[in-house]
């Protein structure tokens, strides 16, 4: 742990420096990207999710594919087909972009459910099959999507079978005053958000450290209170009136190696209480169903999750 430590700092420093005013979202992609979890970043165009991404996977040297998702997207452009050659007489597999460390698909709600369905096996086993059989990605496989959540003519809201996929959902809100003044004083110098710049950003890590720090993670002691802890948090979203459906046990998984990675990017090798609330948000808001009435109350997600938080006690 103390001979990556450093590296983990590195990253997040240099993140913060290019992705200026989004603290939150560079330390939780981090968590999530530790924790081997896929992410949903949500905000409105322009600030900077896309953009994070493609920092990252320059930073750690990571192999990047971009995909731009819209309606007439094919499963076949996303996970790639067996092509005849006329030469050989033999059939040969074109590879799509999800072969690769790095995937970020772009604008995921605007593609139609039989595409989103295609990253399904992929996110979940890390692997494709095409024409029955069965490739492995790569190791570090990791998925983000964006949506915009303002506009919904021509989208495809995500099922809750693969919104469960997700590690992590990330509300991207626009940066402060102070960060926005520094983002134009770096455009004022020169800085552009271009391929060719961030080309030039130095590594400051690699797939093998990060990794070793995937493993780092594994190696989080938790307690057993802890995780009774966990279980009744999980027990009281089954139970609570507001809800119609609760966290899974796949999602009492999740949280539990959230809870590590965030364990580990603070510097620790056990994780805390406090871990499992500080990730509680990102990790239960796409997955639990407000009753109707409590929609039409108002009631959001994030406030169920805070009041669960405050009522269940917490271990010494």
Known sequence: MSELRPVIGRLSQSLGRVVVGQPQLVEKLLVALLAGGHVIL????GIGKTLAVKVMAQLIQGDFRRVQLTPDVLPSDILGTNIFDLNTREFSLKQGPVFTEIL????????????????????????????????????????VATQNPLEYEGTYPLPEAQLDRFLFKLAVDYPERSAEKQMLINHQKGFRAKSQQ????????????????????????????????LLSLVERTRKHPDLMVGASPRSAVAWLQAAKAQAWVAGRDYATPDDLKEVAAPLLRHRLILRP????????AEGVISGILGQVAVPR
């Open 198 to 229: 961030l080309k030039r950003l130095e590594p400051v890590a690699t797939v093998t450290e990060l990794l070793a720090m995937r493993k780092a993670v594994q190696a989080v002691q938790v307690e057993e209170k802890i995780l009774d802890y």
């Open 293 to 300: 009435e409590a929609q039409l109350d108002g009631l959001q």
């Open 104 to 143: 970020l698909a772009d604008e995921i709600n605007r593609t139609p459910p039989k595409t989103q369905a295609a990253l399904l096996e992929a996110m979940e086993e890390q692997q494709v099959t095409l024409d029955g059989n069965s490739m492995a990605l790569p190791e570090l496989f990791w998925v």
């Open 42 to 45: 949500e905000g409105v165009p």
